[in-house]
């Protein structure tokens, strides 16, 4: 998993600011090379060299890959008192992972077991190249996850979150999508699930997808909107160069000949 991802975040009409799930493209990862093309020792883009090494650590694997360990699923009741759950989809949503997050006591707060296992989650899913898109999911009703002082001023400034952070305002569903905080806002359903169901939906739309183009989008996106434009370009270049002739281009041309759906193996 490399550290930036495609985001969708669905909430229930009636619920907290992000009652509902969250929907991450996550892919394997491989490496972005400073060197060749030319122009000195780091490569074509010099000016960037200490931005290409960060790229490159963003989108190694530390660790040879092993498949994923499932925790809180029917296959494995025992995990179910663990605050963070993993469960990797089948059939149809093979592909699909899911991070259920269940800290009824203090709301989904973060505390140090909830952050240590979610992170340990993250690091396994990471190396998993099964894992395409991964899904954040609440298990107490009403709440997604606490907190947001970082969250907040990137997605509403710094004034408006200020405000809704010292007050303690809830939001509708409807609410958080005119705010710009979640994707999309849908009716609830007597399950009280909508917001879960409309993450899934939008999870089985990027599966298909190519998981190397997905990835590397990624990056430039995440990565890009941190530095001013001409360095963004610069990025977006990078991640284009190294989405070199692989099974999956190949693929991608032969069905368009074809006129077929492709079948991408992130390869």
């Known amino acids: 998993m490399s550290s930036g991802f495609l985001q969708a975040q669905?909430?229930?009409q009636g619920s907290r600011p992000v009652g509902g799930a969250?929907?991450?493209?996550l892919e394997q990862s491989s490496e972005l090379s400073a060197g060749g093309g030319g122009g000195?020792?780091?490569?074509?883009f010099p000016k960037w060299a200490p931005m290409l090494r960060v790229l490159t650590s963003t989108l190694r694997f530390p660790r040879p890959w092993k498949p994923l360990e499932t925790r809180g699923c029917s296959s494995n009741p025992g995990a179910a008192g663990r605050e963070i759950q993993v469960c990797a989809l089948a059939g149809p949503d093979q592909g699909i992972a899911e991070i259920l997050m269940n800290r009824p006591s203090a709301r989904n707060a973060l505390g140090n077991v909830f952050v240590s296992q979610l992170l340990e989650a993250l690091a396994e899913l990471r190396e998993d190249r099964q894992v395409r898109v991964l899904i954040f999911r609440s298990g107490v009703?009403?709440?997604f996850c606490a907190g947001g002082t970082q969250r907040l001023p990137r997605c509403l400034g710094v004034a408006l979150a200020k405000e809704l952070i010292f007050t303690g305002r809830r939001l509708s569903g409807a609410q958080a999508q005119a705010l710009g905080l979640v994707n999309h806002?849908?009716?609830q359903n007597e399950e009280g699930n909508a917001a879960y169901h409309r993450a899934r939906a939008l999870a089985q739309e990027i599966l298909p997808q190519a998981p190397i183009a997905v990835?590397?989008?990624k990056v430039a996106i995440d990565?890009?909107?941190?530095?001013d434009i001409a360095s963004g370009m610069a990025i977006e270049g990078i991640c284009y160069a190294q989405n070199i002739p692989t099974r999956d281009r190949l693929e991608g041309m032969a069905a368009f000949r074809e006129k077929r759906l492709p079948r991408f193996v992130g390869e």
């Open 10 to 12: 669905g909430a229930a």
């Open 22 to 25: 969250v929907c991450k493209g």
């Open 40 to 44: 000195g020792p780091s490569g074509p």
């Open 141 to 143: 009703k009403g709440v």
């Open 185 to 187: 806002a849908v009716a």
């Open 215 to 217: 990835r590397l989008s």
């Open 223 to 227: 990565r890009g909107i941190e530095v």
